[in-house]
């Protein structure tokens, strides 16, 4: 009786720590506060970026990223947008309307193409840190002579998703990244989104066109 006690003890043991493992695994992702995340500071001066131009009453300073999106908690990727850091700044305490619909970006001497808001390039972020799980290996049939398991006809298996939990907060962190808009007292500085889908490297010329309340401004960008 005592050996089948121990046993059971043993067994109810073992139960639990696997339980414990499973929900370790299982354990789901806390809820990002978008409060938490902080936005985009503006550099030191505007001779720290790139290329800056004097336009009316205030600076504007820029940097090409090609397709990186990068932002004060992490950096990600879209394949369909290139993006350029940018600064505005002026006279301390001095305010500026501030719109994305100001700037257009020309590539490679082509027509100019407007930004577009942060939502536009949410649903093609990616984060090159996030590695999906392994998927499970098929069963095998014992009829597939290639040792592969499965059905030859099987079309493969569609790939992971992140979980949304995790879209979520890199959908945040690019929102909060992005250049505001709006009467804002400067410096501020952002994330602007222009669209392009060909290869970073055949990018030979870049140009930032500003058209705004200030005047107007072409920044000649490193590609």
């Known amino acids: 009786l005592e050996t089948r006690m121990q046993v059971s003890r043993a067994l109810r043991s073992s139960v639990w720590l696997t339980g414990l493992c499973l929900c370790a695994q299982d354990k789901p992702i806390p809820p990002i506060n978008p409060a938490d995340v902080p936005r985009m500071a503006p550099r030191a001066s505007v ?9 009316g009453p205030v600076s504007i300073g820029a940097e090409f990223m090609r397709h990186a999106v990068p932002t004060p908690r992490g950096e990600f990727t879209t394949e369909e947008y ?11 305490g001095e305010k500026a ?11 490679n001497g082509k027509k100019a193409v407007p930004s577009e808001p942060f939502g536009a390039v949410l649903s093609n972020l990616k984060d090159p840190e ?15 002579a290639g040792g592969q398991g499965g059905n030859p006809g ?20 690019v929102e909060k990244a992005s250049l505001p808009e709006g009467d804002r007292v400067l410096p ?15 990018i030979k010329s870049v140009e930032l066109i500003y058209s705004g309340p200030a005047g107007k401004a072409t920044l000649t960008l490193q590609p």
Do not use: C
């Open 47 to 55: 001779n720290d970026y790139q290329a800056h131009a004097r336009v």
């Open 97 to 107: 309307r501030l719109s994305v619909q100001d700037f257009s970006l020309r590539v």
């Open 154 to 173: 099987d079309p493969p298996p569609s790939p992971p998703k992140m979980p949304m939990p995790l879209v979520h907060a890199m959908q945040i962190k």
């Open 188 to 202: 501020e500085a952002g994330l602007l989104f222009f669209p392009y889908r060909g290869v970073g490297d055949k």
């Open 82 to 92: 290139v993006v350029v850091e940018t600064g505005v700044f002026g006279a301390p």
């Open 130 to 144: 996030w590695q999906p799980p392994e998927p499970p290996k098929p069963k095998s049939s014992g009829i597939n």
